[in-house]
Structure formats: structure tokens, C-alpha cells
């Protein structure tokens, strides 16, 4: 796999990365003699893990973290949260549409949830019998996809791509600010940055910096960078990877970024400036991998990756995809 660099986004980074209290430190992952940080991080090949089916997740697609280590993974059917009891896991459904469900963030202790149909769902994170319900519909969205929230939690902003079974790709980012009082109620969408001829799909903000996924004739798939400005606008978007492959959505490390490539049944580590570290051998996964996360306490061990599973799209019953994996590391030798 060829990954490239942009040597204006190698000036741009540090920047994009100060000052946020989120600044990855740490470097590279070799294969041989790991370092003590490395045998504390998950393993992203063949040799240094084990792969477990956690859950069924029909049409796995998404996953997010909240603060206090609570885990919810969204799919065709449902938005779930995953729990343990005693050594078992279990998927609560916590949704009552099979919408598709995609993007996920969490912001001002509520939970957002893109669906596929053009809605965005939400629910408060201190219910007690937490159950998402729709509070937007959004305008002329052909496919809503990945989503992430301001660092204030007063704006999300929405992928709309990569594709549409039922509508033309209307590619592009999507604003939409929330109100300061009520962060159940969206009062305005517009568009963020328009992405004419590519096809977008995952989405993360650090800092003041939103990345995200994309493909295009004739690199196939990108990570990119754009900067938010001091005026709320769109920065100009800066390549920092191109991978030969179709990537979906991806998560951040502290040292790097956690990618799954859709239809090789990949997941791969790439370092801050780009360039390919690690990765699984392909179809080590099912193809329509579609995201790669570090696991976090309480529920799982830093050195655990979780990867979802989507599988053949629209399909949701096969054991083709469908489900939460979780990659243990190995013990060293």
C-alpha cells in the first residue's frame, strides 16, 4: 500500500495540534523488538493479535467512546450501547428505527446519531433508560454519514456522502449549530465545505482541525485535513495520506490514526504525518470494514482494538460482516 505525504500539511500539523490538550506524542510501530509504549498500545498485524467476535451488530457501522468509558456502536438497524456482565457482553438497544444508522458523536453529555435517511437522532447520556429520538431532518442531504461536534459542543458537522441509493452524491460538509441552551435543538444547517467530485465518508475533530476521509480518481482514498478559522469558516483542506484502497472511517491514536479500508477487509495505523506504520493482512476482517478504535477501560484494555464489521452493504443477516470484533494483543514471546 503506497500512502504520500503533502509537504504543505507537514508544516501545517504542529500548528493544527498545539494548544488543544489533545497533542499525540510517541513514534512509529516496528514489528520487531516492540518498545515498552508499543507493548502498551494495540496491535495493528497478523503476528501480535488475536481476533474475537464480540457482538452481532447488523450492519456494523460506527462506534464512539464517552468520557467515563461508556461504548455505543450504531448500524443498519439500531444504535446499540455495549455492556458487561460478569464476563459477557451484551448490546442494548437503545434506538427504535432500522434507519441505518451512521455517524456518531457525543457533545455536551448527549449522544447524536446520523441516519442514513437524512435524520439526526439524540439522546441525553444521564437518562436512565436512555432511547434516541429524531430531533432534525436535514435539507437536500443525499446520504448523511460521518459526524463530530465543536470543541464547545455547540456546532456538529455532518459528512454527506459518500453515496446514495436513492439520490444523486451531493458531496460536502454540513454544519449545523445547536442551540446554546438546548442542545436537543438545531436552529440552522448550512453548508461547511463543498466537496464537489470526491466521495467523503468519515469524520474527527481535534482541536481546531476537522479530518476526514475521502476517495477520488485516480488516488482512491485520502485522509485530510482542514482547519476551522476564527470566523467558523472552512480553512483550505490539506491532503496528509493518500492509501491505495477505499478507507471509511477511521479514529485517532496517540500517536498516529487508526484507519479501515472498506473493501480489503483491512485496518491499518498510519503516523502523525501520514505515513503507513502497520497494518492486517487484507481480508484479515470482513470486507465493508468501516471503523478501527482503541479500546478504554472500564470495558476493554487500552492494548484491545475494536473494529466494526458492516460486511456486504444492505445485508444484515449473514455472517459476512455484521458484528463488533475486538483484536487482543499477544503476550510477547
Known sequence: MRVHISHGFFLLLPLMLSCTGEQPTGGGVTRTSASSFEQNSPCFNNACGALE?????????????????????????AVVEVVKNGNNFEAITISDAACNFTGLTIARNTLYANCGDGTLWAGGLDNTSMNLSTIFSYD?????????????????????????????????????????????????????????????????????SLF????????????????IQNDGSAGMPAVLATVQGVPDDF????????????FTGQVVKLDLLGNLVDGFDPFTFSTGTSQVMQGRPP????????????GILGEQNTPVGNKLTVVRRLPEN
Do not use: H
Not at 299 to 310: C, H, P, R
Open 53 to 77: 467476535e464480540l457482538l452481532i451488530v447488523p450492519d456494523a457501522e460506527n462506534m464512539i467512546f464517552s468520557a467515563s468509558g461508556r461504548l455505543f456502536v450504531s448500524g443498519g438497524q
Open 140 to 208: 437536500s442531504m443525499a446520504f448523511a454519514n460521518g459526524l463530530t461536534s465543536s470543541a464547545d459542543g455547540k456546532t456538529l458537522y455532518a459528512i454527506d456522502g459518500p453515496v446514495s441509493s436513492t439520490a444523486l452524491p451531493s458531496p460536502k460538509i454540513v454544519k449545523l449549530a445547536l442551540s446554546g441552551e438546548n442542545p436537543l435543538q438545531v436552529q440552522n444547517q448550512t453548508t461547511w465545505l463543498d466537496l464537489a467530485g470526491r466521495f467523503p465518508n468519515g469524520i474527527q475533530r481535534r482541536g481546531r
Open 251 to 262: 479514529s485517532f491514536l496517540a500517536d498516529g490514526f487508526a484507519v479501515s479500508l472498506f
Open 212 to 227: 476526514f476521509t475521502d476517495s477520488e480518481v485516480p488516488n482512491l482514498g485520502r485522509l485530510n485535513a482542514v482547519t
Open 299 to 310: 470495558l476493554f484494555s487500552s492494548t484491545d482494538l475494536l473494529v466494526t464489521e458492516k
